[in-house]
């Protein structure tokens, strides 16, 4: 089956749909070229790179209109390494998690796996759901996740207590919508939305949430230094990180930002191009009689990542084999998910008209594999 030949003129000029890592735009990668030997290489102490670090700072300030009183940190590890930093240094003593798939679990595993906090309060959801964010009495954290990308669900972001709103903003950041004050600290690895590489992560820090870092560092909380936000706070404040970051992945991202902005002038211009891309690809599975949206609830279908369920009769393994063949890459779903359906990165650096392609071309398979 997986030698079936799609025409090219139904194929889309970029086949990377992955969602994460996910794709990365050519003129980004041919800018990195450009400038790359005055770059790469050289010390990230030192102006040159630090310049780029502030670049990728204040575009993100633009992006997301964020106060003047807020910060954007940055920092190596990833999401995964944040979640940890976060038990460690913005975890008081509880956290409420709101579990709904793979990447919100992993987090309250984190907390419930740190002798020094107390076991997390649990709010969980059905796969292809999401739980409402309700007030706590009896934690010091809302941990919630813009968009999980393990089902294609995304959470509605707002503060309804004192407690400080931790958001796991790794897929969803610069693709939904999203008010710097209904948040803490919203944080989210390169690799994803703003179509990077792996390996650092960014946070976006309100006043309190920098007020709990600063003071449970001075208190007698072992941290390691590695997972200190006080040490990477104090080094981002300076453009730099605590060790050494990979300086072509601040670029794309740097690039990526200052796209965004120069294309879309901000985070409400990306919303409605990805609102029209996800109505696309949500209105084509609505319209075939073998397709349908994981999600039940439109509101709660992501803007980000498509889940489409596929019927028994059709194989969505088989539908990504042929579509891997002709170099359209990684609509696989999420393995642990274990449905027969495909997820489809509609990350604001791929162009609606290659999505348009993407599903003409599983029209053009199914019709063949049917
Ligand atoms: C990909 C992803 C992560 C993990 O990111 P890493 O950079 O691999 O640590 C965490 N949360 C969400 C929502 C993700 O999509």
């Known amino acids: 089956m997986a030698d079936l030949t799609i025409p090219d003129e139904l194929k889309p000029a970029d086949g990377r ?13 041919r800018r990195l070229a450009e400038v790359g ?3 790469l290489g050289t010390s990230h102490r030192k102006p040159r ?8 700072q204040d575009g993100l300030g633009e992006l997301f209109s964020l106060p003047a009183d807020h910060e954007v940190l940055l920092t190596l590890g990833g999401a995964t390494a944040f979640w940890d930093a976060a038990a460690f240094g913005l975890v008081e003593r509880r956290a409420r998690h709101y579990v709904f798939g793979e990447f919100s679990s992993k987090f309250a595993k984190a907390t419930a796996a740190a002798p020094w906090l107390e076991s997390p309060e649990l709010i969980e959801a059905e796969f292809g759901e999401v739980p409402g ?12 996740t813009h968009n999980e990308t ?8 707002e503060r309804v207590d004192e407690a400080l709103v931790l958001v796991d903003a ?18 989210f690895s390169l690799q994803k939305g703003l179509a990077s590489e792996g390996g650092l992560t960014v946070a976006l820090l309100s006043p309190a949430a920098v007020e709990r870092i600063e003071r449970i560092a001075a208190s007698d909380r072992y941290i390691p230094t590695f997972l200190d936000l006080a040490t990477a706070l104090d080094n981002s404040r300076k453009h730099q ?13 740097a690039e990526q930002v200052d796209w965004l902005n120069e294309t879309f002038g901000g985070l409400e211009g990306v919303v409605e191009t990805q609102r029209a891309k996800a109505d696309h690809v949500y209105g084509w599975a609505g319209q075939r009689d073998w397709a349908s949206p994981f999600v039940t609830d439109p509101a709660h279908r992501s803007l980000v990542i498509a889940t489409i369920d596929i019927d028994e009769a059709v194989s969505a393994d088989e539908i990504n084999a042929v579509l891997r063949a002709n170099g359209i890459l990684d609509t696989d779903a999420y393995r642990k998910l274990g449905r027969n359906q495909l997820r489809i990165a509609m990350f604001p650096a791929v162009d609606q008209s290659d999505l348009e392609a993407y599903t003409a071309c599983v029209d053009w398979v199914v019709e063949r594999l049917g």
């Open 49 to 56: 790179v630090k310049d780029q670090v502030r670049r990728l």
């Open 150 to 157: 393990s089902t294609g669900v995304m959470q509605h972001i």
């Open 37 to 39: 030997d005055e770059l």
């Open 241 to 253: 990180t605590y060790n050494t970051p990979s300086v072509s992945s601040v670029f794309l991202a």
């Open 170 to 187: 790794t897929s969803g950041a610069a693709g939904l919508p999203f008010d710097p004050n209904q948040a803490d600290a919203y944080y």
């Open 133 to 144: 964010v309700v007030p706590t009495t009896d934690a010091d954290v809302q941990a919630l």
């Open 17 to 29: 749909f992955g969602s994460g890592p996910s794709k990365v735009r050519p003129e980004a990668l």
